[in-house]
Structures are given as C-alpha cells and as structure tokens.
C-alpha cells in the first residue's frame, strides 16, 4: 500500500490571483519624488514607500 495515493490528484501549481497595479502618470510620479525630497529627515512615509515599491515589483513578477 502506497502512502502517496491521497496526493496524486493535488495539482502542484495553484491558481494564483494576483491584484492589479495602479499606473500613475508621469506628472504624479514626478510630483510625489519632489515631495519625498522635501520631506523632513526624520519623516517615516518615504520607508513605508519603499516597502510599497517592493510589493509592486512582487506583484509584477507574480502576473507573468
């Protein structure tokens, strides 16, 4: 007796949702690097962007 029988209908590549990516213009991107630049050098925004841009590049590599 096999104990691998209860796995052999288990797909090895599962469905995956991933979430769409909002495109922001040319003008919107330029203006929020102007304002990270501005920012304070104590200001916490610019870490959580950088965290922001990871998942986007995760994101990205998940629609493909």
């Known amino acids: 007796m096999s104990l691998l029988t ?3 209908g288990v797909n090895s590549k599962p ?17 929020l690097a102007a304002e ?3 920012a304070p050098a104590d200001a916490v925004f610019p870490a959580a962007l950088k965290d922001y841009a990871v998942l986007r590049v995760q994101i990205r590599a998940c629609s493909f």
Request: positive net charge; aromatic residues 8%.
């Open 6 to 8: 209860a796995c052999a």
């Open 15 to 31: 469905i995956t949702a991933c979430p769409p990516i909002k495109e922001y213009s040319r003008e919107f991107q330029r203006k």
């Open 36 to 38: 990270i630049e501005a």
